[in-house]
């Protein structure tokens, strides 16, 4: 049985505590290191303002960059 902990992770100047397994912590708090490096890229760019923009475009970025990958990886791309 895995016990859940919960975890602070900050991302573009605000904290959030995610609840995770011993074994996910890493994994989130690297994911959340990424999310918030691709926020701060963006919000420094000055083209969107917003929280929810940013996090909206941030997420269409990192899922277009898997996507991509993905692609590659099956070739089709």
């Known amino acids: 049985m895995t016990t859940s902990n919960t975890v602070s992770v900050t991302i573009l100047d605000k ?22 490096e691709k926020m701060q890229s963006i919000k420094q760019s000055g083209r969107i303002i917003g929280l929810d923009r940013i996090a909206v475009m941030a997420g269409l970025n990192i899922t277009h960059d898997l996507l991509v990958e993905d692609q590659k990886k099956n070739g089709l791309s």
Request: with cysteine.
């Open 15 to 36: 904290e959030y505590r995610v609840s995770c397994t011993e074994e996910e912590r890493a994994g989130v708090e690297q994911s959340a290191r990424f999310l918030d």
